[in-house]
């Protein structure tokens, strides 16, 4: 709506942090030694991250087209089917 292209490119690195996030959260379940019933719900959470970072994703698409519009230009801000070298930098340190 305001045409900011400049906070359209900028969900890209806010959607690093719900790919973090959700990785940890999937680690830490398999990292758990509870009882059955424990793990089922360490599971469910695994997969409300999982679809939290997929939203994300789709944020990341709006903001794609939005900057189409915009900019009249097509790309990609990121290739989703690699990790971000951001991402992997980060989670080193």
Avoid: C, W
Avoid at 20 to 33: G, H, M, P
Avoid at 50 to 59: F, K, S, T, V
Avoid at 64 to 82: I, N, P, W
Avoid at 87 to 92: K, L, P, V
């Amino acid at each position: 709506m305001t045409r900011d292209l400049p906070l359209a490119h900028r969900i890209d690195s806010q959607d690093d942090s719900i790919d973090r996030l959700n990785r940890q959260v999937f680690e830490a379940t398999l990292e758990l030694d509870v009882a059955p019933d424990h793990r089922e719900l360490a599971m469910r959470y695994v997969l409300i991250a999982r679809r939290l970072e997929r939203i994300g994703d789709n944020a990341v698409d709006v903001a794609e087209q939005a900057a189409f519009l915009v900019s009249a230009e097509l790309h990609e801000f990121t290739d989703a089917s690699r990790p971000h070298k951001r991402a992997e930098h980060d989670q080193g340190s």
